[in-house]
């Protein structure tokens, strides 16, 4: 059974920055694209970032340019690291990895952690 697990996260001031990590474990052949959402209280989940096995990287536009996701293969992880952190920017963060086991493939998520910035 494959599992992700973060950490990191917590609350900053505006303008501060965070990091996270997020680990996946389990019986895993490849992991594929890896990616990070958010959902604020009220809203629905909406994406942040993605970055593929090669290292290719798409941001949503509220966060271009503040926030970098990278990955470390051999490690199974993915990272967000959260600049300039804005209150809008509040919210439970859940990491997400599209991963190949033995005969099938599958989005696996994480269990959120949750990120409060303060004006």
């Known amino acids: 059974q494959v599992q992700l697990a973060e950490s990191g996260g917590g609350l900053v001031q505006a303008g501060g920055s965070l990091n996270f990590s997020c680990v996946a474990s389990?019986?895993?052949?490849?992991?594929?694209?890896m990616a990070w959402y958010r959902q604020a209280q009220g809203k629905q989940r909406e994406f942040v970032a993605q970055?593929?096995?090669?290292?290719?990287?798409n941001y949503a536009d509220s966060v271009k340019g503040r926030f970098t996701i990278s990955r470390d293969n051999s490690r199974n992880t993915v990272y967000l690291q959260m600049n300039s952190l804005k209150p809008e920017d509040t919210a439970v963060y859940y990491c997400?990895?599209?991963?190949?086991?033995?005969?099938?493939?599958?989005?696996?998520w994480g269990q959120g952690t949750q990120v409060t910035v303060s004006s």
């Open positions: 997400q990895a599209s991963i190949t086991t033995y005969g099938s493939s599958s989005d696996y």
């Open positions: 389990g019986i895993i052949v490849r992991i594929n694209a």
């Open positions: 970055i593929t096995r090669a290292g290719n990287t």
